[in-house]
């Protein structure tokens, strides 16, 4: 099983970028995938969640109205598409796959069975 994710950089303040999470090794549509970012010296948070069929979304409130996240079970991908970042968006983004579980509305490690490596991005002026 490989998750890897990709797409990360350096981009300024207002910028974007479009992360993708491209999966193999396992039968995609079987799990939701979730992007994990952590900072330097941070805990790991949940950004952004996807169901299986994809009609399911789920984002800490750090990033609504900013990121969005889509599937295409046919190329076993999901994207992650960020807007309008922030300094504070930066972080190494990670990808896994399994269940989607939130407590208070926060995206739970503990349901993932699947990591990805992942990939830096950096917001800076």
């Known amino acids: 099983v490989q998750l890897q994710a990709s797409g990360g950089g350096l981009v300024q303040p207002g910028g974007f970028l479009r992360l993708s999470c491209a999966a193999s090794?396992?039968?995609?549509?079987?799990?939701?995938i979730v992007w994990f970012r952590q900072a330097t010296g941070e805990e790991r948070e949940g950004v952004s969640g996807i169901s299986r069929s994809g009609n399911i979304t789920r984002y800490a409130d750090s990033v609504k109205g900013r990121f969005t996240i889509s599937r295409d079970n046919a190329r076993n991908t999901v994207y992650l598409q960020m807007n309008s970042l922030k300094p504070e968006d930066t972080g190494v983004y990670y990808c896994?796959?399994?269940?989607?579980?939130?407590?208070?509305?926060?995206?739970?490690?503990?349901?993932?069975?699947?990591w990805g490596k992942g990939t830096q991005v950096t917001v800076s002026s």
């Open positions: 090794g396992y039968t995609f549509a079987d799990y939701p």
């Open positions: 896994a796959a399994g269940m989607m579980i939130t407590d208070q509305g926060r995206l739970q490690e503990h349901g993932m069975k699947y």
